[in-house]
């Protein structure tokens, strides 16, 4: 039975299941990890190419009694790893253990977790080249949206990767079925903002996107307090070229990082 708590949506359909493993387009000994393997829809056409690739398989299950059922899946001489464990918990650190060398991310992920799992591989210093997850369709809008109608989730991701949505997913391919359809992303992170400019650019995000429908304007000052940089507030727009109605969502990557870097040296 699915654990409610843990959100639970099985995929059941064995096509799709290979479709989303094809988006890895594994190669000879790729590290795999996969988050919530839970019935194995995802680990198994995973564990079938390995045995021709002699990739690796590193899957992270929260939930202890499908966790036992998973060890079943491994074989002598295949390279197949189990971790009992939250994967928000275990993923910083296995990836640490993975360095130098490159591994790639797959999982059909509760829907709750989305954004705290982006958020973790956002602040991963070792981050996986290729990154395939199952989302909830709405969620993978949002992620894709690009000015003029830009959010907080897609300009913080779209910072650190570029993203590609291939596959459609309907809720009838699940058990239980959820009540909403979910859709495939891919995450290709890319170094387009330095990680010094990283924390900086986060921050303008959040402040940025305080709240959308007001002025960017609006959202700078409340979100930059009272102190001498609110007064400053002109002079960066003034150099930006940018009017003081314009709103957040016409923001794209480029334009809240030249205003992250204004904004940190107006600070020094």
Not at 20 to 39: R, S, T, Y
Not at 132 to 153: C, G, H, I, S, T
């Amino acid at each position: 039975m699915p654990n409610k708590l843990l959100g639970q949506n099985f995929l059941t359909n064995k096509k799709v299941s290979s479709s989303i493993v094809a988006q890895l387009g594994m190669k000879a000994n790729d590290i795999i990890v996969e988050i919530g393997p839970g019935h194995g829809a995802l680990t198994v056409p995973l564990l079938k190419q390995c045995e021709s690739l002699g990739c690796r398989v590193v899957a992270i299950e929260k939930d202890l009694v499908l966790a036992n059922k998973l060890m079943g899946l491994e074989k002598d001489g295949q390279s197949f790893n189990l971790i009992k464990g939250d994967a928000l918990v275990v993923l910083p650190a296995l990836a640490e253990e993975f360095s130098p060398k490159p591994y790639k991310l797959i999982g059909n992920i509760p829907y709750y977790i989305t954004g705290q799992l982006l958020r973790i591989l956002s602040e991963l210093q070792k981050k996986p080249e290729l990154i395939v997850l199952m989302v909830q369709r709405e969620v993978a809008d949002r992620l894709m949206a690009k000015p003029p109608k830009n959010n907080l989730l897609a300009a913080i991701t779209q910072g650190w990767s570029a993203i590609e949505r291939p596959l459609k997913v309907s809720r009838r391919n699940f058990k239980p079925a959820p009540k909403v359809d979910s859709a495939v992303i891919k995450l290709i992170p890319n170094k387009i903002i330095s990680d010094s400019d990283w924390p900086k650019y986060v921050d303008v995000c959040k402040m940025a996107f305080r709240q959308p429908r007001k002025t960017l304007y609006n959202n700078l000052s409340a979100g930059l307090g009272s102190g001498n940089l609110k007064d400053h507030l002109d002079s960066i727009f003034n150099k930006l070229g940018w009017d003081k109605k314009l709103r957040p969502a016409f923001l794209g990557v480029s334009d809240l990082l030249s205003l992250a870097k204004l904004i940190a040296r107006y600070r020094s």
